[in-house]
């Protein structure tokens, strides 16, 4: 896992340059208020290279942010912004076994990291995580692919190209549902054309993910949590079997 995410973090950023972080950190914000009013103190699992926690960070929270990938962390930790890094600590970890020894008023998890959970026993780990992070009444609040829309609307092959100065970035996916096992094996064929000199580098990479269900959270989360809410990603209403992204909202019993 950490020699793909190795890869990945070279044009991470660049593939998701589109990706509107400041509003997606408001929302968040505004599940956090709604919930857990004085909390100031988070703990992101899967935090990629910071760009949430930055944007958390400009919303007066003080975030500690782990990833599995060292290199995710090491930009992370380059490009963060001089006036936040008093309320930044950017942490190599996994996310399934770290113990930070203190607990935090909530802990997120963005960007669809807990469906990158594959195994029954990786996603009662992770959550395991969050409950020993977490006294009672704190809030895990995270995103995932939702069920009933992946079932829905079966994911299709889809190409996406971003550049920039130095390199332009193409790549295909093309994803093999696995209805037995809820997930989806999306198989990645990245093309990075060096500007200038127009070097080609050709990467083949299979992120599997696993799409999730009320009912299957209700059971993981059982005597830890209680299930407060479930939205479709970015609003305040209930996700339908059109809706790819949920959030769910959790508070420790």
Same mark, same amino acid.
């Given at each position: 896992? &950490?020699?793909?995410?190795?890869?990945?973090?070279?044009?991470y950023? +660049? +593939?998701?340059?589109?990706?509107?972080?400041?509003?997606?950190?408001?929302y968040?914000?505004? +599940? /956090?208020?709604?919930?857990?009013?004085?909390?100031?103190?988070?703990l992101?699992?899967?935090?990629? &290279?910071?760009?949430?926690?930055?944007?958390?960070?400009?919303?007066?929270?003080?975030?500690t942010?782990?990833?599995?990938?060292?290199?995710m962390?090491?930009?992370?930790?380059?490009?963060?912004?001089?006036?936040?890094?008093?309320?930044?600590?950017?942490?190599?970890?996994?996310?399934?076994?770290?113990?930070?020894?203190?607990?935090?008023?909530?802990?997120?998890?963005?960007?669809?990291?807990?469906?990158y959970?594959?195994?029954?026993?990786?996603?009662? +780990?992770?959550?395991?995580?969050?409950?020993?992070?977490?006294?009672?009444?704190?809030?895990?609040?995270f995103?995932?692919?939702?069920?009933?829309?992946v079932?829905?609307?079966?994911?299709?092959?889809?190409?996406?190209?971003?550049?920039?100065?130095?390199?332009?970035?193409?790549?295909?996916?093309?994803?093999v549902?696995?209805?037995?096992?809820?997930?989806?094996d999306?198989?990645?064929?990245?093309?990075?054309?060096?500007?200038?000199?127009?070097?080609? &580098?050709? /990467?083949?990479?299979?992120?599997?993910m696993?799409?999730?269900?009320?009912?299957? /959270?209700?059971?993981?989360?059982?005597?830890?949590f209680?299930?407060?809410?479930?939205?479709?990603?970015l609003?305040?209403?209930?996700?339908?079997?059109?809706?790819?992204?949920?959030?769910?909202?959790?508070?420790? /019993?």
């Amino acid at each position: 896992m &950490t020699d793909r995410f190795g890869l990945y973090a070279q044009y991470y950023d +660049l +593939l998701y340059s589109d990706k509107n972080y400041a509003l997606e950190a408001a929302y968040v914000d505004q +599940l /956090i208020k709604q919930h857990a009013p004085s909390a100031t103190k988070l703990l992101n699992l899967g935090c990629g &290279t910071g760009k949430h926690d930055y944007a958390l960070a400009g919303l007066n929270y003080n975030i500690t942010s782990v990833d599995l990938s060292p290199e995710m962390v090491a930009i992370a930790m380059t490009h963060q912004p001089a006036d936040m890094r008093d309320r930044l600590n950017f942490l190599e970890g996994d996310i399934r076994n770290i113990n930070l020894n203190t607990t935090f008023d909530a802990v997120i998890s963005l960007f669809h990291v807990m469906s990158y959970q594959v195994k029954n026993t990786d996603l009662r +780990l992770a959550i395991d995580t969050a409950d020993r992070h977490l006294d009672a009444g704190g809030l895990f609040i995270f995103d995932c692919w939702y069920g009933p829309g992946v079932l829905t609307d079966p994911p299709v092959v889809r190409t996406k190209s971003m550049s920039d100065e130095k390199i332009k970035v193409t790549r295909v996916a093309d994803p093999v549902l696995n209805s037995i096992k809820n997930t989806v094996d999306v198989n990645y064929t990245i093309q990075i054309t060096q500007r200038g000199s127009n070097d080609v &580098t050709g /990467i083949k990479e299979t992120h599997i993910m696993r799409y999730l269900f009320v009912p299957e /959270i209700e059971l993981m989360i059982e005597k830890k949590f209680k299930l407060l809410k479930v939205y479709n990603w970015l609003t305040l209403t209930k996700p339908q079997t059109d809706c790819w992204n949920a959030v769910f909202i959790l508070q420790k /019993i």
